[in-house]
T-cell receptor, first 113, second 118 residues
């Protein structure tokens, strides 16, 4: 079955420290991979995507993600966390050539000052 | 960036009544809109995909007669929860895609509508 896993419900990190939010996927073919962030009372906002090319993708607000095909992972990273990064993060997979997007369960990030 | 709005942002209704949720793309034309349902601490679950001017495609397990979707224009889609029951209480999110190429099209999300059925 096609699926996206975010193994951590919550990630806690101190401000200024690096952060990683994990995502693994199980889909056939070559999927497109995304990260979105959700703030309270606001719609999901696009952070970054991987379609093809360089495995390290840079996105909005200083976030980046590394695509690892052998491990079927697409972890989100940021070198130095900010308190304002605290939010709910979703990893998502879209099937190439299609419209359907599968979302992970989400990981809540808490950045402590 | 492109903006998608939803109205209302929250609604409380009595069991057995119907509720309509509107989703609008404010500054772009959305050929396709998606409706998701989000449960607490769970992922977004795709309910249906609607294309302007045609019938919506529902995901397996979603009752098309209960969740009526209309996509009458390139900027408006509506979700009507008919004869709502407490188990329909949830957070409903719409999303619209822009008219990019097959590899580059983008998906924009509304802020969601919290439905509570008493």
């Amino acid at each position: 079955a096609q699926s996206v896993a975010q193994p951590e419900d919550q990630v806690n990190v101190a401000e200024g420290n690096p952060l990683t939010v994990k995502c693994t996927y199980s889909v056939s073919g070559n999927p497109y991979l995304f990260w979105y962030v959700q703030y309270p009372n606001r719609g999901l906002q696009f952070l970054l995507k991987y379609i093809t090319g360089d495995n390290l993708v840079k996105g909005s607000y200083g976030f980046e993600a590394e695509f690892n095909k052998s491990q079927t992972s697409f972890h989100l990273k940021k070198p130095s966390a900010l308190v304002s990064d605290s939010a709910l993060y979703f990893c998502a997979v879209r099937f190439s050539g299609g419209f359907k997007t599968i979302f992970g369960a989400g990981t809540r990030l808490f950045v402590k000052a | 960036g492109a903006v998608v709005s939803q109205h209302p942002s929250w609604v409380i209704c009595k069991s057995g009544t119907s509720v309509k949720i509107e989703c609008r793309s404010l500054d772009f034309q959305a050929t396709t809109m998606f409706w998701y349902r989000q449960f607490p601490k769970q992922s977004l679950m795709l309910m249906a995909t609607s294309n302007e001017g045609s019938k919506a495609t529902y995901e397996q397990g979603v009752e098309k007669d209960k969740f009526l979707i209309n996509h009458a224009s390139l900027t408006l889609s509506t979700l009507t929860v008919t004869s709502a029951h407490p188990e329909d209480s949830s957070f409903y999110i719409c999303s619209a895609r822009d008219q990019g190429t097959s590899t580059e099209w983008r998906q924009f999300f509304g802020p969601g509508t919290r439905l509570t059925v008493l």
